[in-house]
């Protein structure tokens, strides 16, 4: 690996960091119903934040995960998602493999492209694993520039995931109404069209395949644990999220192994 392209690994990874602090803002922002106008605050103390306070992970690491105002600690959430949404980065980056030396006008709007959907994935993440839904004011605009996109960019194969959005959104649909929001939720059958959106066919099959293994997987174990029982929620974005983001990246390898095994 030469030296540009770990510069531009090293570049990627930060603006991951970057964009993971600016997600828990967001998140924060939208809990507490307040703007994202205006300079980023201790939510315990509600002072303003120096510049020094701001530096994704490495500020954490330096105050000792504690406040530099009130001395609260400070959520394990802050560099955690930080470091998660550089990591994201890097991956989708090296998966399309974009290099700063040759771009092309293409290549750039694709990786920009995956890095906003994949932010506003990353956000709803957070928000349904804590609040138990999915924000609309972060899935709707998601899903209405992944429309544009594919009608602008992917248009000789937007046909397939129009489809596969359609057929994604009837199979949540259908749960929600039979169990009247019981088993799903109306969110979740909303983010469906995002997905397919996004993945299109066969890869939303996968998606949701790897959404409903792992989700069983993490209830079993915490119904052995006794943390859930028959009968609690479970938040189901986050398996969805997760699925997608292995279907866009392996999907046609998963695909190959899943037919080479019944072969």
């Known amino acids: 690996m030469n030296l540009i392209l ?8 930060v603006l991951g960091l970057c964009i993971g602090s600016f997600l828990n803002c967001v998140v924060y922002r939208l809990e507490t119903k307040k703007s994202l106008k205006g300079r980023s605050f201790c939510p315990k103390c509600k002072k303003q934040l120096c510049w020094q306070d701001l530096i994704p992970v490495f500020s954490f690491v330096f105050l000792g995960g504690k406040c530099r105002n009130c001395k609260q600690k400070i959520s394990l959430q802050y560099p955690l998602v930080e470091l998660a949404t550089g990591i ?16 092309s006008v293409r290549s750039i709007i694709e990786i920009c492209f995956l890095f906003y959907v994949f932010s506003a994935l990353i956000a709803i993440f957070i928000y349904d694993l804590k609040h138990y839904e999915i924000p609309d004011k972060i899935l709707i605009p998601a899903i209405v520039i992944t429309l544009f996109y594919g009608l602008f960019f992917n248009f000789y194969v937007i046909s397939s995931h129009l489809l596969a959005a359609f057929a994604a959104f009837s199979f949540f649909f259908i749960i ?19 997905m397919g959106l996004l993945l299109g066919f066969p890869n939303t099959v996968v998606a949701l395949f790897l959404a409903f293994f792992f989700g069983a997987i993490i209830g079993v174990i915490l119904m052995i644990f006794e943390k859930k029982g028959l009968k609690s929620e479970i938040p189901f974005g986050p398996f969805l999220i997760f699925g997608v983001f292995l279907a866009l990246i392996w999907g046609p390898k998963i695909i190959s192994w899943y037919l080479n095994f019944l072969i």
């Open 176 to 194: 929600f109404w039979f169990s009247k929001g019981q088993w799903m939720g109306f969110g979740d059958a909303k983010f469906a069209i995002l």
């Open 88 to 103: 994201v980065f890097l991956l989708l980056f090296n998966f399309e493999f974009v290099t700063i030396l040759y771009p």
């Open 6 to 13: 770990l510069l531009e690994y090293f570049l990627v990874f």
